[in-house]
């Protein structure tokens, strides 16, 4: 079996494996990570690794194999600029053989050559539409990224890409569950207000509602803050809304 095979059988079962093992998707990014670290490093060479993601127009370093990696990712985003944001951004590969040499980006680069990094390399995952990332290889030689290298990574990255869109796809679904059922339960306490001030003042529902929204204006208060307190709830304890997936 050629390393080329023996990279894609790894990605390809490992991450997989993670999908399903990790409830969040940080923790999946960070195991990509680590794992592009363990395949793309010689002994007595090690990568640094970054994941830069791109959601929603906003970019963000989802995962790091170091806190160096992390920082070197981050720079980026002070300055708007550089080889991972780019890669992100347009869907191709950059290469940096020389960061003390390149002008693309001479503030930046001026900051990472300070940080002991010379090269950098940055590879777009393959993602759906909306989605935007790179993963980002730093080291501390100038011109260590090979054309060898280069194509092992290339690889490594278009393997990930199957599990990672996954990996987003089930975030997203995820978090459109939460945000619904954090908008019925909200629903639920503000119902349950409203029917309060029903009994008490013997008004409409209408009349209710409009009560609840016009102590909300005035006090500055989210109207589901403001029915909490009317039926005398915390966020531990609000009213729990039941219903069939």
Request: hydrophobic share 40%; with cysteine; aromatic share 6%.
């Amino acid at each position: 079996m050629t390393l080329t095979n023996e990279i894609q059988t790894t990605v390809s079962e490992y991450l997989h494996g993670m999908i399903l093992e990790s409830d969040e998707l940080e923790n999946f990014l960070n195991a990509l990570t680590r794992l592009a670290v363990h395949e793309l490093s010689e002994t007595g060479e090690e990568v640094l690794c970054g994941i830069t993601l791109l959601r929603h127009k906003r970019a963000g370093t989802v995962a790091s194999s170091s806190e160096t990696a992390q920082e070197m990712d981050e720079v980026q985003y002070k300055y708007k600029d550089g080889p991972c944001l780019s890669a992100s951004r347009t869907q191709a590969l950059v290469e940096v053989p020389d960061l003390a040499s390149d002008g693309r980006w001479p503030t930046y680069s001026e900051y990472v050559v300070g940080q002991g990094i010379r090269s950098v390399l940055a590879i777009p995952f393959e993602l759906e539409a909306g989605d935007g990332a790179a993963l980002n290889l730093y080291s501390p030689l100038p011109g260590d990224f090979t054309a060898a290298k280069v194509a092992l990574a290339q690889e490594y990255a278009r393997k990930a890409s199957q599990a990672f869109a996954v990996a987003l796809r089930l975030d997203r679904h995820k978090n459109s569950e939460t945000n619904a059922l954090a908008a019925l339960e909200s629903r639920t306490t503000i119902d349950l207000a409203v029917g309060v001030i029903m009994g008490k003042t013997g008004c409409t529902q209408q009349e209710a509602v409009q009560t609840l929204k016009n102590a909300s204006s005035s006090r500055n208060i989210k109207l589901r803050e403001i029915a909490r307190g009317l039926i005398g709830t915390t966020e531990e304890d609000a009213p729990v809304t039941y219903y069939d997936h």
